[in-house]
């Protein structure tokens, strides 16, 4: 998919569009944009040289390899074991503390994408939830294997070391906390900071080793269709519901053409989370996109946002669309069941015995911190 030239990449256009939203009273960052703004095409070149940028802005912010990753990995392992030594046992404060942190950082994007570290950081926490297999009972967030390749490597997880970067600089401020725990609590940190609703959490992943790995395969093929999502969802174990409730998240975000080979924003507003994607799934004509990329489509209104196949397909088939019309048509139906299920998500494969607390808490935002110091 790097094949995929990133000067391929459409401009995003300004377009009058009815599902344009304006950005809400909570949202806290001026950086952030719409996609109505025009943005530079990207080259490979630009995106490093972009980084660079970030990092002399004081922006924490690299990338590293997988093999250092191990090294990393295990220097972080020793200082866990002295907390631990130390009978250090972290509270739900000490885990706000790290939200905060991450919340804190979701703004630090500066020109990166469209102004928010957030999107990226939700797709990190999914990607190491969702090697989950029911029968085998492996995968899951629990070990966070997307630390050692090859699964770092594997093609779906491209583009997630811009993630994991962050979150590693975060974990310098947080030896303590387990690499699964704080990715997890990234996921919670962006949907919520990104105006999403309370995604119930709590502690308990453990650090795993390289033998842990999953298999490449696990994650989701965009450019297939609904009996692929069942195959992938079913073995997770979710159901038709959970299936369009989770594609919901693609309100965030974009698909980057030197990542996934896709490209594009899916809605006006990709770092607020809304039901947009519903309703723009519904509303708006979908055509493939004539491009020399993957089989995608664009709509044909202002051509400026896209639909993955698998998105397609929730509105091809009938079961799907059902769900997709509900959640359209109502906010806070679709936010009720996305909280519960990004909750799930996040525990896959979690021995009970593990978690902290019975009790999953709600951590809280930043707006709601800064309301009640006044
Ligand atoms: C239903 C099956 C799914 C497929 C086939 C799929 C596929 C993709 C692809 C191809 C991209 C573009 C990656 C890139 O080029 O940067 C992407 C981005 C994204 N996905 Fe999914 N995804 C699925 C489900 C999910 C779920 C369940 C979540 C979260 C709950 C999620 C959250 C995201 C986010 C937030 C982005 C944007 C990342 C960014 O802006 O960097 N996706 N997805």
Redesign the pocket.
């Known amino acids: 998919m790097q094949a995929f030239a990133s000067s391929l990449r459409a401009p995003v256009r300004r377009a009058a569009f009815s599902s344009a939203r304006i950005p809400r009273a909570s949202f806290r960052s001026s950086y952030r944009r719409y996609t109505t703004q025009p943005e530079a095409p990207k080259s490979k070149t630009a995106l490093y040289a972009g980084l660079g940028a970030l990092a002399i802005g004081g922006v924490a912010f690299y990338l590293y390899s997988s093999s250092s990753d191990t090294l990393g990995t295990t220097a972080k392992s020793a200082a866990q074991s002295v907390k631990a030594a130390a009978h250090f046992v972290p509270t739900k404060e000490d885990y706000q503390k790290v939200y905060n942190k991450v919340a804190e950082a979701l703004d630090e994007a500066g020109d990166y994408?469209d102004g928010s570290f957030g999107?990226?950081l939700?797709?990190l926490a999914?990607h190491s939830s969702?090697t989950y297999d029911k029968d085998a009972h492996t995968g899951g967030s629990n070990y966070a294997t997307m630390r050692f390749e090859p699964e770092s490597l594997h093609d779906a997880n491209a583009?997630l070391n811009v993630a994991r970067g962050i979150m590693e600089k975060i974990k310098q401020d947080f030896p303590w906390i387990s690499y699964g725990d704080l990715w997890t609590l990234g996921g919670v940190a962006a949907i919520q900071e990104m105006s999403g609703p309370k995604i119930p959490w709590r502690a308990g992943r453990i650090d795993g080793l390289p033998k842990d790995v999953t298999p490449d395969g696990r994650l989701?093929?965009?450019s297939q269709g609904q009996s692929h999502?069942r195959d992938i969802f079913y073995r997770m174990g979710f159901n038709d519901q959970e299936?369009v409730a989770?594609?919901g998240?693609?309100a965030?975000?974009?698909?980057?053409t030197d990542?996934?080979g896709?490209d594009g924003p899916w809605t006006f507003s990709p770092t607020t989370l809304t039901n947009d994607f519903y309703k723009l799934l519904l509303e708006e004509k979908w055509i493939w996109r004539k491009w020399n990329g993957p089989k995608q489509l664009t709509d044909k209104k202002t051509t400026s946002l896209m639909m993955?196949p698998?998105d397609y397909s929730l509105v091809q088939d009938k079961t799907f669309k059902k769900y997709v019309k509900a959640y359209a048509e109502d906010e806070s139906l679709f936010f009720k069941d996305f909280s519960a299920v990004?909750s799930k998500?996040f525990e896959l494969g979690i021995p009970e015995s593990q978690f902290t607390t019975t009790e999953k808490w709600s951590l809280k935002t930043l707006d709601e911190q800064k309301e009640e110091s006044k």
């Open positions: 994408d999107p990226v939700l797709r999914w969702g583009g989701p093929d965009a999502l299936i989770l594609s998240a693609h965030l975000g974009r698909a980057h990542r996934s896709f993955l698998t990004v998500l």
